[in-house]
């Protein structure tokens, strides 16, 4: 696999032409709950013995009561739009995916691509509902083991996209096995963009000033409102900017990865199961390459790297019509035209 420098390279590269729909998505996802935790980096002041953003302490200064309608209406709108993200985020994920996935592939792209998905509402939510549920679980064992897990899932959305025959909880599994021994690669390209997260935060320094400041008349004047929603603005923009850079070198790592992966495991050996996209590890095949579980079944003592598997079938002769197979099987339609699930598209 490549280093971080070389996915930077390649995403700078793939977006030379494309930053104002890259960015403009990003900043629509922004508000779809797309994660910029990596290079979020939020200066925090004290209130009343809390830390908190520079800007929650403002809104709660006296001296800007007179915004407060201002904040209701933002709030209200907030609010409108979290509902929207309840129910059409987890889609969002998985078009936002994609349009990253066409970019590092040097595809054209629009930004109404990010909405490719909304055809799967559904796969979206369970997506999003499961990776919460599993991340809260694995912090409930600690803090690393919820930050390592993270790691693990991360390239779910993408495999979501290039094997839509695998339910969301297969594709979280798929995504454990793609990154076994390849977390730490991934933590080194986030990492890579510390720099730059450091600049995108850094009017946040100035925003903390201005909490901090004991003058009434200072904060309470229209000059300071102005400068602080410009810089929060600011702060914004850049972090979406910097999310375009970083999502755009992360699909092309996924490219790499599942490559990498497939690459690895194509011949680990025969009637194995390992490595399987498309089974992901929900069971195995006898000796004989029958399905125990109906799903994906490689043919008899089939190895990976074979180019012509075979249909599966159950333990009568017949042909199971779940199973499907590339070169030349059949299943209840007919003939197969699923393909390789290695297969780098």
Known sequence: ??????????????????????IIA???????GVSMAFVNGNVTVNYEDT???????LINHPAWAKYAGFFAAVSVLITIISVINFVIGGAADLGYARFNMRIAEGDDVETVDIFSQMKRLIDGFVYRLLMVIYLILWTLC????????????????????DYPQLSPN???????????????KLFGLYLSFIGWAILANSPNII?????????????????????????TATVWAANCMLNTYAKAAEAAFYKDAIEDYARLNA???NNANFGNAYSAGYGQNDSQGISQNGYFNYGTGS???????????????????????????????????????????
């Open 1 to 22: 696999m490549r280093t971080s420098g070389e996915y930077r390279r390649i995403a700078r590269e793939r977006l030379s032409d494309k930053w104002g729909k890259a």
């Open 26 to 32: 990003a900043m629509i996802m922004s508000f779809l």
């Open 51 to 57: 830390s908190v953003s520079p800007l929650t302490k």
């Open 142 to 161: 600690f803090i690393i083991p919820g930050i390592v897990k993270t790691f693990s899932y991360a390239l779910t959305p993408y495999i979501m996209n």
């Open 170 to 184: 297969q594709a979280i599994t798929m995504s454990r096995k793609v990154m076994d021994g390849r977390k730490a």
């Open 207 to 231: 925003l903390a000033f201005i909490a901090n400041s004991d003058s009434y008349d200072f904060i309470a004047s229209p000059l300071t409102f102005i400068t602080v929603m410009v810089l």
């Open 267 to 269: 011949d680990y050996g």
């Open 303 to 345: 190895n990976f790297a074979n180019p012509d598997l075979h249909s599966g079938t159950d333990a009568e002769g017949n042909v199971n019509t779940e199973n499907y197979s590339y070169g030349g099987g059949s299943g209840s339609e007919g003939s197969s035209s699923v393909e390789n699930p290695f297969e780098i598209r």
